[in-house]
């Protein structure tokens, strides 16, 4: 079982790019179309870039034209807590992971219904993608069975 843990804000200062510290520490958010992830298509699991924590899968991406990677739903609605937002004049719904408390994006009731109707939409600056065939030797074998199943 692999242990994922918080760290603290001069590691993740070491740790992440400056724009992975902006948005998982300080909520900002990373352009369209112009970020790590959002054309990303290839089978695999998308984690917690703080923490390691295994996030939103693969199969649970969908195209949404947002130009941030959209989810239909978390692997488990335990590893992500929401947050009412009214930053910029909106009320929005904050998503943040649970155990490393990174800004991850927001979660949104325009998904396609197919999928359960929900669109989370984050920021690939508070990601790591990791492909299917890295995934057993970076610690997350548990979750392939999880994922094939999925596809």
């Known amino acids: 079982m692999k242990i ?6 001069d590691e993740l200062k070491m740790k992440l790019s400056a724009l ?3 948005v998982t520490q300080n909520n900002a958010t990373e352009p ?3 970020n790590e992830y959002h054309d990303e298509s290839r089978e695999g699991i998308y984690v917690d870039i703080t923490t390691g924590e ?6 649970e991406k969908f195209e949404s034209g947002c130009g941030w990677p959209s989810f ?3 692997i488990d609605t335990s590893v992500i807590r929401q947050i009412t937002d009214t930053s910029h004049g909106m009320v929005r719904t904050e998503v943040r992971s649970k155990l490393g408390d990174a800004h991850l994006g927001h979660v949104f009731p325009d998904g396609p219904t197919d999928m ?3 669109r989370y939409c984050i920021n690939s600056a508070s990601l790591r993608f990791i492909p299917k065939e890295r995934m057993e030797q970076e ?3 548990d979750y392939l069975a999880i994922l094939e199943k999925k596809s």
């Open 4 to 9: 994922y843990d918080k760290k603290s804000k």
């Open 20 to 22: 992975q510290f902006e």
């Open 32 to 34: 369209p179309f112009r």
């Open 54 to 59: 295994p996030l939103f899968l693969s199969s």
């Open 72 to 74: 239909a739903k978390p």
């Open 116 to 118: 359960g109707g929900l």
């Open 139 to 141: 610690g997350y074998v």
